[in-house]
């Protein structure tokens, strides 16, 4: 059974950071990207970053150079650390898993990060 559980989530100033994490379990990081997502209401849910299993990230150009994606394998668990943080970065964040062969997706529950101005 797979779980994601997210935390890390809260209100912040701008400016601020904080630290979003995900405790996976029922899958292996090494056949798995993992990613963040993040949605407002109202809205689609919209990429943030991810990264693969060889350690590639990719992220949405509105985040570049503020956000870092990371994963501690022996925790499993994957890690956005977010810096600078801007009120349009207020949304429920996701943390997302994909199996790279038999293309499983799976969702956390999400946390909410607030920032404000």
């Known amino acids: 059974q797979v779980q994601l559980v997210e935390s890390g989530g809260g209100l912040v100033q701008a400016g601020g950071s904080l630290r979003l994490s995900c405790a996976a379990s029922?899958?292996?990081?090494?056949?798995?990207?993992m990613g963040w997502y993040r949605q407002v209401p109202g809205k689609q849910r919209e990429l943030v970053a991810t990264?693969?299993?060889?350690?590639?990230?990719n992220y949405a150009n509105s985040v570049k150079g503020r956000f870092t994606i990371s994963t501690d394998n022996a925790k499993n668990t994957v890690y956005l650390q977010m810096n600078s943080l801007k009120p349009e970065d207020t949304a429920v964040y996701y943390c997302?898993?994909?199996?790279?062969?038999?293309?499983?997706?799976?969702w956390g529950q999400g946390t909410q990060v607030t920032v404000s101005s």
């Open positions: 997302n898993s994909r199996n790279l062969f038999s293309g499983n997706v799976y």
């Open positions: 029922g899958i292996t990081f090494r056949i798995n990207t």
């Open positions: 990264i693969t299993n060889g350690g590639s990230t």
